[in-house]
C-alpha cells in the first residue's frame, strides 16, 4: 500500500483527537509533532496557521512529511534536536509508546515545550472501545490485540503527571473510519498483505456495513493533556 492509499483510507481518522488538541492554540504558534510519520497531523495544523515541525526515526517518513509542514527531521524521540522552550505544542499521535525509552521521550517532549505550553498524547483506547477489534479477532483466533498499560484510563494521565505537568486532563474521543465499499475495506485493514483472509474481513465487518454499501467503524483514541510549567 502506497501512502497515497493510506492517507486515503486512515490519514484523516484522527481529525476529532486533531481538532481538541489545536483549541487552545493560536495563529503562528509552533508545534512540534513527535513521532510524526508523514506528516498528517502536521498538514492539518498547518492548514489552522500554526508553524509546524516533525520528528520521525524512519527517514522515508519524513521525506514525505517535508511535503506538509514546515520543518521535518530524522530524530529519536528521546533526542530532540531542538533548544529548551521552543514550542507551544507538543504531540505524539500513536506514538509515545514505542519510543525505547516513554519516560525520557516525554521528557524531551518537556523540554522542548514553552513555559506555560501544552504537551499532548494520545493513542488508541483499549480493545474493547473499538469496532475494529471484531475484525482483529477475526484475523487472529478470537484474540484481541494486546492492551498496554496507556490504553486504559488513567495510564496516560498518570504518565504526564509524573513528568511533572500540571492541569492534566485525559478524554477518550470517537475517531469513526469510514470506507466507501467493501474493497477499499480489505485494502485498509490488510495493507495489500494477504488476499486470502479478505472473506474472514468482510464476514466480521458485516454488522458495520450500511444500505449503501459502505462501512463506519466507530473506534476510540485517548488523550492526555498537560501543562509544562510557568518560567519553567
Not at 494486546?146 to 477518550?172: C, I, M, Y
Request: proline share 6%; hydrophobic share 45%.
Amino acid at each position: 500500500m502506497t501512502d497515497s492509499d493510506w492517507a486515503e483510507l486512515w490519514g484523516d481518522v484522527p481529525e476529532p483527537v486533531w481538532r481538541a488538541v489545536l483549541q487552545p492554540m493560536t495563529e503562528g504558534d509552533r508545534v512540534l509533532d513527535v513521532g510524526c510519520g508523514a506528516g498528517h497531523f502536521l498538514a492539518y495544523a498547518r492548514s489552522a496557521g500554526l508553524r509546524t515541525s516533525g520528528a520521525d526515526v524512519v527517514p522515508e517518513l519524513v521525506e514525505l512529511a517535508r511535503q506538509r509542514a514546515q520543518e521535518a527531521v530524522v530524530a529519536e524521540a528521546e533526542h530532540l534536536p531542538w533548544p529548551d522552550a521552543t514550542f507551544e505544542l507538543v504531540t505524539a499521535f500513536n506514538a509515545l509508546q514505542f519510543a525505547d525509552d516513554t519516560d525520557a521521550a516525554l521528557a524531551e517532549m518537556v523540554r522542548v515545550t514553552k513555559p506555560g505550553g501544552y504537551v499532548a498524547v494520545a493513542n488508541w483506547a483499549e480493545a474493547a472501545r473499538n469496532d475494529l477489534d471484531a475484525i482483529e479477532r477475526a484475523l487472529n483466533d478470537g484474540e484481541s490485540a494486546p492492551d498496554g498499560d496507556l490504553r486504559h484510563e488513567g495510564g496516560l494521565a498518570e504518565l504526564l503527571t509524573g513528568a511533572g505537568l500540571s492541569e492534566v486532563a485525559e478524554s477518550l474521543v470517537a475517531v469513526p473510519w469510514r470506507v466507501p465499499h467493501e474493497e477499499a475495506l480489505v485494502r485498509g485493514i490488510l495493507l495489500g498483505e494477504q488476499p486470502d483472509l479478505a472473506p474472514e474481513v468482510v464476514a466480521a465487518a458485516r454488522p458495520y456495513r450500511k444500505g449503501d454499501g459502505s462501512y463506519e467503524l466507530v473506534n476510540h483514541f485517548r488523550l492526555a493533556t498537560g501543562l509544562t510549567a510557568p518560567g519553567s
